[in-house]
T-cell receptor, first 108, second 112 residues
Framework: RKEVEQDPGPFNVPEGATVAFNCTYSNSASQSFFWYRQDCRKEPKLLMS???SGNEDGRFTAQLNRASQYISLLIRDSKLSDSATYLCVVRIPGDMRFGAGTRLTVKP | DTAVSQTPKYLVTQMGNDKSIKCEQN?????MYWYKQDSKKFLKIMFSYNNKELIINETVPNRFSPKSPDKAHLNLHINSLELGDSAVYFC???????????FGEGSRLTVL
């Protein structure tokens, strides 16, 4: 079993749609959690950290459930520019582990 | 100023050759990484260094040898290149407080 698992995708949605990504992790010693975004042929960049109480940044909402070892990302009112691969990242002691990523395409 | 810079960005070479990729960060971070992203887009850690010392060495063939002359630099040397080494190699450094990773733009290696 992979340490960090994500929805395989791809997700193809129209502009304005709401889309949700899920992620589960297996290491109970995981310390912190992130969502990264990777555009085609570019490097990954931090989208947002995920806090225990849940957090929002504009159209993006991240949730964490430590008991279920589950993380989610909700994107509201999708824009064409949201098209990218979204990577779930978990920090374990001394290391960072990446999910395989979920590809999102937002269409006009 | 680029925070994490890698060179070269593109590398095309023949099987059996030896090549190096260089990485430098100007963020003052202590921890640096090499990741490999293959054709399936999965990012897999290869090595982690903390202040010039090797911390993590995942199951990577010993043809891959990282070198950290100082904490701002982490280079990757690959001997006897194989077809399966074709991938994008990302260097990254980690913010000590937030844990955020800052990636270089990647080095796309193609082995023919």
């Amino acid at each position: 079993r992979k340490e960090v698992e994500q929805d395989p995708g791809p997700f193809n949605v129209p502009e304005g749609a709401t889309v949700a990504f899920n992620c589960t992790y297996s290491n109970s010693a995981s310390q912190s959690f992130f969502w990264y975004r990777q555009d085609c042929r570019k490097e990954p960049k931090l989208l947002m950290s995920v806090y225990s109480s849940g957090n929002e940044d504009g159209r993006f909402t991240a949730q964490l459930n430590r008991a279920s070892q589950y993380i989610s990302l909700l994107i509201r009112d999708s824009k064409l520019s949201d098209s990218a691969t979204y990577l779930c990242v978990v920090r374990i002691p001394g290391d960072m582990r990446f999910g395989a990523g979920t590809r999102l395409t937002v269409k006009p | 100023d680029t925070a994490v810079s890698q060179t070269p960005k593109y590398l095309v070479t023949q099987m059996g050759n030896d090549k190096s990729i260089k990485c430098e960060q100007n963020l003052g971070h202590d921890t640096m990484y090499w990741y490999k992203q293959d054709s399936k887009k999965f990012l897999k850690i290869m090595f982690s260094y903390n202040n010039k010392e090797l911390i993590i060495n995942e199951t990577v063939p010993n043809r891959f040898s990282p070198k950290s002359p100082d904490k701002a630099h982490l280079n990757l040397h690959i001997n006897s290149l194989e077809l399966g080494d074709s991938a994008v190699y990302f260097c990254a450094s980690r913010h000590p407080g937030t844990g955020e990773l800052f990636f270089g733009e990647g080095s796309r290696l193609t082995v023919l």
